[in-house]
Structures are given as C-alpha cells and as structure tokens.
C-alpha cells in the first residue's frame, strides 16, 4: 500500500535518513517515489540521493507540496519558517507526520489551513536498522485512516504505541532521547573495561553482546528487569558488589532526572514557539 504513495521529507539531517534509511531497507518505500529537502546543504543532499538512490532534482518545492505523505523532521527552531512556507501549500487528503519534538499538533494545525490529517510521532534513530521504539497521537483534523498510514511506516521500522498527545513530551524524555543515554552507559561500560586492562575492542564486544543479550532476554522471556537483575545477582557474589556501587552513585535517581530533564525541555520548547 505504501509502495505506491509518494513521501516528502521536510529536513534531511539525522532521523530524516534514519527514517529513510529503515523504509528502504524493508523495501517498503519505492525510492524514486521520494522527495527530500533541506534548507542549504546542497552537498548532504547530493550525499544521501547517492546514498540511497533517488532521483537526483526531486528535492524541489512542487514534489514536496504534491507528496501524499510529508514529514518532517526539521529542529524545533526552524518549524515556523517551514510552516509559513508551506503552511497553505498543502492539500486537502495529505499526511503530514511531524517527528519534531515538543512541538504540539495544535500549533501545526494552526498554520495549516486545508483538511491535511497532523500526526505527531516520537520515534528514535534506531528507526535505521528497524528497531525504532516510536509514539504516535493524531492531531483533531486527523483521520483514522492517517493514523493507520502511519503506523504502518513506523510499524515496518520498529514498535509503535499509540499514546495521547499530553504524553509527548515524556516519551520524547524516555524513548526519544533514550538512544543517548543508553550510549552513554555503553562509552562508561567500555571505558571501565578499557581502564581495568581490557583492549578496546575487546571492552566493546563484550559490552555490546551484553545489552543486546539483555534486551534480548527482556523482550523473549517476559520477565520484569528486577526479576532477570537478581537472577544475575548471587548472593555475596561480584554482581552484588557492582549493584551496591551503582546504588551509592544513585545512578537510578540520575535516570530518572535525566528523564524528567529532557522532558521539561521538550516542553520548553514547544511553549518558546507558541509565543512566537
Ligand atoms: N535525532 C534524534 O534522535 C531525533 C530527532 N527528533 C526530531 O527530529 C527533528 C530533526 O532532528 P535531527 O534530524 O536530529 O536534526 P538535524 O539538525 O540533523 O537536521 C535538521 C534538518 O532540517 C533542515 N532544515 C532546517 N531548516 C529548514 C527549512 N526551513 N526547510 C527545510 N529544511 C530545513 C536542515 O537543513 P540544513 O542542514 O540545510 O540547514 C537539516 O537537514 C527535530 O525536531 C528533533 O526533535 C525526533 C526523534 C529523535
Ligand atoms: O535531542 C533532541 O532534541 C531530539 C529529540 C529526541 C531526540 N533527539
């Protein structure tokens, strides 16, 4: 069904291609049927045609007002301008799926004027090899069969939950951003291995097969995180050891601030354009 539909990408920086990049590789996007524009980077956009295969020239403004589906995935920043151009381009029985965080589908409804169906989605960068965990809530002009559109895209490169909207800026904190932290802890687990004597290379195999085996585990057995946490953790034994450190350094209380953080600025964000 997507195959046929043509998809216009308003942005081309990072989760732009990580979409891109899922769609075609599970083949359901046909390249010559997508559309892709930036502000000035001409040389990005030369790289990712090439890269991906399309058609090069179609990064022009009447493929991108004519696409059946547009999203866009542009800084929060840059949303009015895009809106004020774009806004009362559009037509009637579009898509327009914006990845942007904190910002509302009120406000995107606002300057847009025809019956265009707004979707908000939350996805995550892992959307590139198709394991992207991704939110979506329909804004009030959309149609369900808009919605159902759009889960089929995020769907095909990951998980998809629906959520309500005034749920946003919290996944943004969790799953959205969540990439980040969890990269975080693996650069802190490889150079801990790294300090303690292990070859970098080393250090990142191990820690690498470490959390894909434990969110292998998570996803295949069913089991809460506590539940495998003390299946790991013997009695007196080394893991209890490493536990009581994280615990001391109240690493689960700077989890959750990180969270609550990123929250708050998804939320500053969205209010810093609606006062525009
Ligand atoms: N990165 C992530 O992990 C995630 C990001 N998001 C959201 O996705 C959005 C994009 O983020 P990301 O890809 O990281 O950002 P990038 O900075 O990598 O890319 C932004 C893109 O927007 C383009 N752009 C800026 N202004 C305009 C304009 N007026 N018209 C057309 N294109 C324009 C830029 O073009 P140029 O380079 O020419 O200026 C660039 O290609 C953000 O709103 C973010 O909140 C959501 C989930 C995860
Ligand atoms: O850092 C950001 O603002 C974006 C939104 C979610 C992930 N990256």
New binding site residues.
Partial sequence: MLKNKTIGF?????????ILKGLLSKNMVNPENVFL?????QS?LSEISQKYGLILGRQKAEYIAGADIII?????K??T??LQ?WGNRLQDGQIFI??????STELLENYIQNRVSVVRV????SCAVGLSATAISGGKRATNRAIDVTCEIFSSIGSVVLVNESMMDTV?GLS??G??YIYYMVEALESAGVSAGLHPQTARLLTVQTLLGAAQMLLKTGKDASELRKEVTSPGGTTMAGLKALKEYQVAEAMKVAVFKAKER?NE?GKQLASL
């Fill in positions: 308003i942005g081309a920086g990072s989760m732009a291609e990580a524009i930036n502000r000035k980077d990005r866009l995935a542009v800084k929060p840059d949303v301008e895009v151009r914006s990845v942007v965080a904190g910002i939350m996805p995550n960068t943004t959205g951003s990439p980040a998804a964000l």
